[in-house]
């Protein structure tokens, strides 16, 4: 029997792109998806068939040795060889299914939606710590003179840090625990600290040079003086938690960059089979943060340099507690101040007065 171009076109669609074999997987879903496979005709059946189809020591069918199957399925199913042939042409390509997923109320039905995706999703509403003035687009156009701000790298070296958007400021939350921000020109130490020559020439812990605050004196070294706080007492390098914890405090990680962003800026960043990073690898560490957050690396310095106070230290806040905190709920000697405030003695005078019989007797 000669075999038509339909067949081949089924045969070639479940053989796969690049083979012109078939699997007893693929036959066997071909008899799923034609209809072959029922009361009289069973998946093991088709197993069978193409066993015996199959030539000795392979374990894939070509196109004549398909036919020779299909035969068989017509023996076995007690039907015309055409007859199969035509449901089996009629077929086409796999068909392909599913699971379908259950109905979740809370996903489903939008009514049940709550804050911002009952308007729409976070897409649809405003991001981060505010929202732009209606009708600005990020990014916020340059205000006049800040073209002197374009050198990022030389006004850190001169002690002077560009002003940061808006976008990377603290919460005013925040900003209510954490001194007033200061002016680019406040970052701008005044010429000399009232301290000894002595103490502004005592050597930094990570240099053979004069202190920090001997090179704070002459107006530079803000963003080393940050590095040295975060690195620790006594040490010159800084490790991976340090500088997330930095990047952390400096408000850098956000939703555009996160905490497995700034572990690979800092593996990067770091010589390889070594752990800790010094000044210039921190450097080039911030460098790529600005890079991955697409802004200008003056931005990243100067959220860094905020940061000269030291690590912030947030501890979790304990819940209240009614039977402590609610004064009106104390009984016994605590309703009245405490056992501090109240008369002490041996006990009531019935008390007193039974052991002093005691005594006299």
């Not at 340090?242 to 990047?247: C, D, E, Q, S, W």
């Not at 979790?316 to 009245?336: C, Q, S």
Request: with cysteine.
């Amino acid at each position: 029997m000669a075999v038509s171009s339909d067949i081949r076109l089924v045969f070639s669609s479940y053989c796969g792109s690049g083979s012109s074999e078939m699997d007893g997987r693929s036959f066997t879903k071909l008899c799923k998806d034609s209809g072959l496979i029922g009361k009289t005709f069973s998946a093991t059946d088709s197993d069978l068939v193409f066993a015996k189809a199959l030539p000795k020591g392979q374990r894939k069918v070509s196109l004549s040795e398909f036919e020779v199957a299909l035969v068989l399925v017509a023996e076995r199913r007690g039907c015309e060889v055409q007859e199969v042939f035509d449901i089996v042409a009629d077929a086409g390509g796999p068909s392909l299914r599913g699971t379908k997923a259950e109905p979740v109320r809370f996903h489903d039905d939008k009514g049940t939606y709550t804050g911002t995706h009952a308007r729409g999703g976070p897409d649809m509403v405003a991001k981060g710590r505010g929202h732009l003035p209606q009708g600005a687009a990020w990014p916020l156009k340059p205000e006049p003179g800040a073209a002197r701000r374009s050198s990022s790298r030389s006004s850190l070296t001169e002690g002077r840090v560009p002003s940061l958007p808006n976008l990377l400021a603290p919460p005013i939350a925040e900003q209510r625990k954490r001194p007033s921000p200061r002016t680019p020109s406040e970052l701008t130490l005044p010429s000399p600290l009232p301290r000894s020559r002595s103490s502004s020439r005592q050597a930094s812990p990570c240099s053979d040079g004069p202190s920090m605050l001997g090179r704070l004196e002459r107006g530079g070294g803000l963003l080393e003086l940050v590095f040295e706080l975060y690195c620790g007492a006594g040490k010159c390098d800084m490790d991976g938690k340090a500088f997330v914890k930095l990047l952390k405090d400096s408000r850098v990680v956000d939703r555009s960059f996160s905490v497995t962003d700034a572990d690979l800026a800092f593996t990067k960043a770091a010589k390889k089979g070594q752990r800790r990073i010094d000044f210039q690898q921190f450097r080039g560490a911030l460098l790529q943060v600005a890079e991955k957050k697409g802004v200008d690396a003056g931005e990243v310095y100067e959220a860094v340099a905020r940061q000269r106070d030291g690590p912030l230290l947030t501890g979790t806040k304990t819940e209240a507690v009614r039977f402590h905190d609610d004064l009106n709920t104390y009984t016994g000697v605590h309703a009245m101040g405490g056992p501090e405030s109240v008369p002490k003695g041996s006990g009531t005078a019935t008390q007193l007065a039974a052991a002093s019989m005691r005594y006299s007797a």
